[in-house]
């Protein structure tokens, strides 16, 4: 009997090999099939509204294909493990996918993904791409891996009324870091029960901290994590810099407590209920969040057009620039292992071009890379933020999307979560980060400042 | 009981009243549950809602977000318990009353085995499921997650099954009845309880589980209702905490019935009692 | 092949050894009918999950991963992973913490919680039963996310429970961050015990009343009846539960994910937790199983001290 079962076990765990190795493909698209794989996840259901009506704009255009969407309902880490399970297998792996920019190296390294380079070369609407968003859908090679569907750029949401009660005219524009502390430290004097500044900081947040945070910091000194080669970079001054702003914000009791800022929901009760009770003054955040406040959004209000104004977060210094932003975004990408991959090519050409994106980008609150729909009327008047969010494009900057690059994130909000509480000096914990930067991506691709 | 002596009386009080306040601390975290269900501007502190609103119910039961999903998930959930206790409860038997050199190595093995987490199996899982073309298939998702439970199940039952003395079945036995004529005839009888129990865990740890249909399933219409929760979580980290609630009180509806239906029908007790006694 | 060990029921119970079988005649048809029951259960398993188990216990050896180019060419790394688990700081912590979690919530908290639940329940009312089981069951049958938001929002600091404080005029602390494990450990026993109290009960309903009763006519007192009889009876239940819980236990993540999201710092950081930051937000796929093997470890060697000091298969 024991035998017996060893015998099926081994007989299932050689089977299982093979089925791993050769995966019949019945599941397979058909040529005249293709798969598009996209997150609809919560009250995001935008890229699920505009897929649909792409693919009976493309199924009209090309008879005989047929479209199969496959929506995951997955929070980010969910969908992207999911995207990498059906990638992995070819019978699975869909034709067209919602890539986010940030895995796109990665995934081109994978194998996942198919270059574009000779299909965007073709396409008269790539010129309406700037540089900067074609640099977003490359990969390690140079070669271009994804098409921008729209971004999202990050800056200072401020409480018009409370701003003017601790005598700050508006519309407030701070000029320099210094700037947007005098104003926390008057906002502290003149309404005690109020917290001026919200810097999202330590693990909790996640990448909320390391990017609406300290980037919008860092990226605004002298300094950036990597050099124009590539490398991370150690011991800068504009780091320890960054580090100390954190520490002033924290320390200084100008932004909530430790306590309630290492709350992994402090996000929701920023959006939800800080900011529309008139509790935060001040808050550097990302562009989307009105998304929160419109009629259909997870906490609806009515004033928050007329109560909020929206600014660039300023440099440093106030060195040109002048101001600063961080940016993310999603792209449409095409499948390697897909077998009608001209088809695919043109499903995506057809979700982005002008008169899909501008739907989209209105409709998701995105920040449009196309030029030509940046600049429709139809969609700067779509919602007061928009013309605003979208001219920080021209200063903003891409997290540097290597494969290490979460674990450096994480370095980050330690080294965050320690100057915040007070346990660690800027300079203490920048050093802390510099040899947790040694471990993550090893010492040949650190140079040292 | 007729005539109760004041200790017994005094008993019975104390273990009232310890049974209340343990209530109360078990029901205290499922109030902001039904207080944030009524409320439309809900959020994760417990405050009474500015007006009764049923809102977050309205704009839940819908078919797309609550009754297809719990369809769903009442036929993945049932398929998964009834497989998983027919085929435990013949397993347990011999189990049980045959010592096999194989029992223990195995049962352990496999024990083990599956409390490795799913996320650490996925992988594997996945590329099996291909190979065998069961990706997208709702039988696949049952048979998987029934096979995932049946460690337990087993294990769980085989235990049960101990305590049903073996005296009742040697009656049976001399009167030429075959295995499963006392399997079903006998023993099944004596250890109901036993039976709801395993039954009521696996169903309620199918209702729940949410990764295996994730990642097995891909059309939208097949999904159970632990998949569809995640559409009341936002983009940027934002829950609409209010429609999130009344959901989950909807969706627990259907497990609790299942339970106080079992308590009822099968976990009487006194079945097992009766029989040894008489 | 077959090494079923017939023995008569008689010569078993004089030996005090488990329950025998029906008739002591070695006969390999009859031994092959004895095992055809567990047909179905083989196959189910040898289909879906021997495979797979052996598979993610060899990625553990491996440099597996979701994405990045390991994915395409994975490749054995034998025992790096293992290695590199040993030298990260917060790998013992986590460790540590993980154990805490187990003792704390399933074999102290639920267990003896739920078999106080079931005992009192044997002697409550009626319809103090079905109140008491109704909310024990309804937070083991929520989804774990919302029951990990429910316990979020009782323990925070504007929470339920600094409410209640408050009006008794007590400043209560925020649970969530000065005492992490405390908030995470309470929060797991309230969803949990419904199990162990759901075992005890079929239990305890299948101990004879007249065990008990003679008992009583000897004079034995609640607690001695409760120590050498009742307790001894169902010890098999007692090891199985304990066995289950922990291996139930030691897999949480949503709550503690939910409630701390691991933190302050790593002060709520279980394996679990570790597992799903290495896997999933660095996708190291063959570190994060690493991290689930040992996780077995640990729960194997729980429950060798469970079947050592309880020795459920000596009847």
Redo the contacts between chains.
Sequence with gaps: ?????LA??T???A??????CS??G??SSSSGTIKVAYQ?????TQMDTQMKAVAKQFEAQNKGVKVQL??I???E??Y???L??MN??A??APDVLYEDTF?IK??A????LAPLDSYVSKWSDWKQFPDNARQAGQGDDGKIYGVSLGTDTRGLWYNKTLLQKAGIAVPWQPKTWDDVLDAARKIKAAEPGVIPLNVYS???QGE?STMQGFEMLLYGTADQLTDSDGKWVAGSKGFTDALQFVQTVYQDKLGPTP??A????V???I???WIPQGKLAIDLD?S?QS??WISS???PWKDWSTTMGWTAMPTQNGQAPGKVSMSGGWTLALGSKSKNKEAAWNFIKLALNKKNSLNFDILDTQIPVRTDVANDPKYTSSNPTNAFFSSLVPVTHFRPAT?DY??VS?AIQVAM?SVM?GQQSPAQAAKAYDDALKQAVGPDNIVKK | MAMTSPSRRHLRWTSNSILALIAVCFALPLLWLLVASFDDHANLTLKLPGHFSLANYQAVLTPSLAYVPLWNSMMISLGCAIITVAVAVLAAYPLSRYRMRLNRPFLYGVLFGTCLPITAMMVPVYSLFVGLNLIDSEPGVVLFMAAASLPMAIWMMKNFMDSVPIVLEEAAWSDGASMMSTLWHVVVPLMRPGIAVVFVFVFVQAWGNFFVPFILLLSPEKFPAAVSIFAFFGQYGSVMYGQLAAFSLVYSVPVLALYVFTSRVLGGGSALAGAVKG | MATALPTTALSNRMRGKGQGGPRPRRHPLRAAGRTAPLVPAMILLAVFLVGPVLASFYGSFTNSALTGAAAQQTQFVGFANYAQLFRTPDFFKSVLLTVIFLLGSAVIGQNVLGLVLSLLMARGDRVMRSIVGTFVVTAWVLPEIVAAFAAYAFFHADGTLNEILGAAGIHGPNGLYSLPMVAVILANIWRGTAFSMLVYSAALADVPDDVQESAEMDGAGGAQRLFFITLPLIRRSISTNLMLTTLQTLSVFTLIFVMTGGGPGTDSSTLPILAYQQAFKFSQLGLGTAIATILLVVGAVFSVIYLRALKPEVD
Excluded: C, H, I
């Design positions: 009997m024991k035998r017996l079962a099926l076990a007989g299932a765990a089977a299982l090999v093979l089925a791993g995966a019949p019945s599941v609809k996840f919560g009250n995001f496959v929506p309902q997955a929070a880490n969910d992207y493990t999911k990498a399970l992995k297998a019978a699975t895995l990665a995934d390294d994978a194998g996942y330590g693990k909790p909320a306590q309630q290492l709350d992994v929901n996000g929701t009760e959006s939800g209920q990302g989307w998304q929160n959004g997870a906490a494969s979460p674990k994480n979560e509480t």
